[in-house]
């Protein structure tokens, strides 16, 4: 009897570890992590986008790894390529991207995550990262900042990373990015030393997003950082802002609060692009 108990027992606990296994991520996405979003059908062939990530691969002294969180970089390339867009990846000092390890695994991996995986080609490119001092952004209709906590590190404090965020928006490209992706307009001047984000709508990782995780200690926060820069900051608050989603579009100026909001905030960058080019009037 004791080994019968035993046997059923153990079958059990492995089902409940499978069927765990595959609800889990299903539950966090009906909560709000990676929701589903659909990408209009859009030709945008012909046009360029380029993906900006951070470079810094551990949260300061700790020596914890982090990079960039995947799918704020995943979600808004393959949105762009579906759409026929070219798409080149580049990072503060070049070459191999660090990557969140957590943001690889399960049950926090997205769709667009595990297409990344199965990609070479997207791999090869992140490997062999552009260094952003050494791009031309003036080659791009879309510049796109993705988050993660690296970039608290390397985005705001990088002078040729706002110079070449500057050039693209002067040169009417559609800028935008999210979660600590908008840290990268924190140095981005105009021809008259006025900031471009300056007076206008811009939405990032929140401060109650970044107590709730635990992880005060980086530099720079960017709701902090851009209200003190003197963007008028929009957000959800949700019970825990890791599930909260907002995308903000001032003009030409597109932005995500998390990585919930990745792909959402890519389709309409593409969407102001094709707007702009229609004639209408995007500041």
């Known amino acids: 009897m004791l080994m019968k108990i035993l046997k059923y027992g153990a079958i059990g606990l492995v089902l409940l570890l499978v069927i765990g296994r595959l609800v889990l991520p299903h539950l966090l996405t009906g909560l ?6 659909d990408v209009p059908a859009m030709d945008l062939s012909g046009k360029r986008a380029l993906i900006v990530t951070t470079s810094q691969d551990t949260l300061g002294e700790s020596g914890k790894a982090t990079g960039v ?11 762009f390529v579906d759409s026929g867009m070219d798409v080149d990846i580049a990072s503060i000092r070049g070459g191999q991207i660090p990557i969140e390890p957590q943001s690889l695994k399960w049950p ?12 070479p080609l997207f791999q090869s490119k992140v490997t062999r990262s552009y260094q952003i001092d050494q791009v031309d952004t003036t080659d791009y209709d879309i510049v796109f900042l993705a988050g993660g906590w690296g970039a608290a590190y390397d985005f705001g404090q990088s002078a040729e990373l706002g110079e ?6 002067s040169n009417d490209a559609v800028v935008g990015g999210v979660c600590h992706g908008p840290l990268g307009f924190l140095q981005a001047y105009d021809e008259n030393g006025q900031l471009i984000v300056e007076g206008r709508r811009i939405s990032a990782v929140t401060d109650k997003q970044i107590t709730e995780l635990g992880i005060t200690h980086t ?5 902090r950082d851009l209200r003190a820069a003197g963007v008028v900051f929009e957000a959800e608050s949700k019970f825990r802002d890791l599930f ?3 995308v903000v579009v001032d003009g030409r100026i597109v932005t995500g609060q998390n990585q919930n909001s990745a792909t959402e905030t890519a389709v309409k960058m593409m969407q102001v692009l094709l707007e702009d080019e229609s004639g ?3 500041s």
Do not use: Q
């Open 32 to 37: 709000g992590l990676h929701p589903h979003y």
């Open 244 to 246: 909260a989603n907002t």
């Open 69 to 79: 969180f995947a799918s704020e970089m995943t979600a808004p390339y393959y949105a």
């Open 108 to 119: 926090i991996a997205s769709t667009a995550d595990k297409r990344y995986l199965k990609d």
């Open 219 to 223: 530099p720079m926060h960017p709701e």
């Open 164 to 169: 070449k965020v500057a050039i693209a928006y």
């Open 280 to 282: 209408e009037t995007i």
